[in-house]
């Protein structure tokens, strides 16, 4: 990974991975793409805020451990071509 993915801003994060992985993408889909980009990113916030606060230690480390192998999952049914 580049120093830039170890920025502190989503919007560092997502010219990384849009440099990375849309160069050939149009207006449309580059927008699109952003679009969803910063929806998940939020949407995960929301989850890992709900949580630090209102689960006890224990619980909120089982929850980001199943989104973690959720998110790995993912990513092999992408390589794999199933997703």
Not at 4 to 15: M, N, S, Y
Not at 47 to 57: Q, S
Request: charged residues 30%; contains cysteine; negative net charge.
């Amino acid at each position: 990974m580049t120093s830039e993915l170890r920025g502190d801003t989503l919007l560092a994060l997502w010219r990384e991975w849009d440099r990375l992985l849309l160069s050939e993408a149009g207006d449309v889909q580059r927008s699109e793409m952003r679009r969803a980009f910063f929806s998940g990113a939020a949407a995960a916030l929301q989850l890992m805020t709900t949580v630090a606060t209102e689960l006890p230690d224990e619980a909120a480390c089982v929850a980001l451990d199943g989104w973690l192998k959720e998110c790995r999952d993912f990513g092999r049914s992408v390589a794999e071509g199933r997703a």
